[in-house]
C-alpha cells in the first residue's frame, strides 16, 4: 500500500524559506512521477509541482516558478519542495501525491491525475 508522509511545514515570515519533505513508501519509489498541490482555505486544491519519475524534468504553475523547486532523491524514497521568498498567498496546506502510472513525465497538473495522496502539512506565511 503505497503512503505519503509529508513534514517540514510551518509559520514563517514574508521572504523566508522552508523546506518541505514528503516521505513514500509501499512501492518503488522511483519509478513514478510526483507531485505537489497545495488549498488555502476556501479554495479548490491547486497544481504547485512537479517531476518526473527519473527527477530529470519539472513543471511549475505559474505562481511559484522561480521561487520553489521541486526535486526528489530516489535512494532514499523522498521528495523535495525548496520553497523561497515565501509571500502571504503562498499559506495553505501542501500535498504531496504521486500516480498509477509508470515511467511519467513532469505533465501531470491536474488534481485527477493522481491516485495516491499524502494528510498535508501546514504552510503559514505571515506578512
Known amino acids: 500500500q503505497v503512503q505519503l508522509v509529508e513534514s517540514g511545514g510551518g509559520l514563517v515570515q514574508a521572504g523566508g524559506s522552508l523546506r518541505l519533505s514528503c516521505a513514500a513508501s509501499?512501492?518503488?519509489?522511483?519509478?513514478?512521477?510526483m507531485g505537489w498541490f497545495r488549498q488555502a482555505p476556501g479554495k479548490e486544491r491547486e497544481f504547485v509541482a512537479a517531476?518526473?519519475?527519473?527527477?530529470?524534468?519539472?513543471r511549475y504553475a505559474d505562481s511559484v516558478k522561480g521561487r520553489f523547486t521541486i526535486s526528489r532523491d530516489n535512494a532514499k524514497n523522498t521528495l523535495y519542495l525548496q520553497m523561497n521568498s515565501l509571500k502571504p498567498e503562498d499559506t495553505a496546506v501542501y500535498y504531496c501525491?504521486?500516480?498509477?502510472?509508470?515511467?511519467?513525465?513532469?505533465?501531470?497538473?491536474?488534481?485527477?491525475?493522481?491516485?495516491?495522496w499524502g494528510q498535508g502539512t501546514q504552510v503559514t506565511v505571515s506578512s
Open positions: 501525491a504521486t500516480v498509477t502510472r509508470k515511467f511519467s513525465g513532469p505533465d501531470l497538473y491536474r488534481v485527477g491525475e493522481y491516485d495516491y
Open positions: 509501499g512501492r518503488t519509489f522511483s519509478s513514478y512521477a
Open positions: 517531476i518526473s519519475w527519473s527527477g530529470g524534468s519539472t
